[in-house]
Every structure is written in C-alpha cells, then in structure tokens.
C-alpha cells in the first residue's frame, strides 16, 4: 500500500482494508469488485488487482518461498521479493532500492548496479537472522 503512496493515506486505510480481508483466503476468495472500494486513494488500482491476484494464486498453490517464487507472484519484483524472502523465509538476499545502491556505490567507491549492489551486500548479511 505504501508503494508510491504517502504513508498518512495509506495508516488512514490500512485498517480498513485488513478488517474487510483479514487473511489470504479473504482476499482470495472476494471479487475484484470487492477489492477495488477498499482501495480509495491508495494510488494506482493496479496494485489492488495485483495483490488480489497474489492471494488467489497463495490459496491455489502456497506461498512460495524461494525469491523466483516470490517475483513470479502478480507485481511483485526483485525489491519485495527479496524483502519478503529475507524477512518470511530467511534467505539471504539484499532488497536492493536507490539507498542501498547508493551507500553500497560509496563504500565500493564506483557507482553499482542492483546486480553488482546484491553481489556487494549479500556477503554482509547476518545469514542467522537475514530479515533484520
């Protein structure tokens, strides 16, 4: 929800949106026409119909939980999925945005791309606790 989205509009809709869908097979389980109301203002409804899409795929076939399982979700790229794996299933994998390619780009001393930021930020990882 946060995606592109000042965080004031999305604390006012967050609850919201979990009361009406308060776990996957909720969301899963309701129509796109169902979803859609339940993301005013929360920028583009793309997003809405991706992570419906998302839940609807979680319910047929589980999470998944290896990072080209994660970016095989609808709308979910290398960011969150490295975000989610680290955090939910404890892989080692940098989330790679703007600011850690431009602090891992000064401490190399050249700039980086995302590919040579991983590389750079995944030896640097507590692999005991990667989502932290």
């Known amino acids: 929800m946060s995606q592109q989205t000042q965080i004031t509009r999305v604390a006012d809709r967050y609850g919201q949106f979990i009361e009406r869908f308060p776990n996957v097979d909720d969301l899963a389980t309701a129509s796109t026409g169902e979803v ?46 490295a975000a989610i794996g680290s955090i939910c299933f404890d892989l080692v994998a940098p989330a790679v945005d703007t600011n850690l390619r431009r602090v891992m780009s000064r401490w190399h001393g050249s700039p980086l791309s995302d590919a040579g930021t991983r590389r750079f930020a995944e030896p640097l990882i507590n692999t005991q606790r990667p989502g932290d």
Do not use: D, K, M
């Open 36 to 81: 859609l109301p339940e993301w005013p203002s929360l920028g583009y409804n793309r997003r809405a119909r991706n992570l419906h899409l998302c839940a609807i795929q979680v319910v047929a076939s589980g999470w998944p939980n290896t990072l080209e399982g994660l970016v095989a979700l609808p709308g979910v790229g290398p960011y969150t999925a």
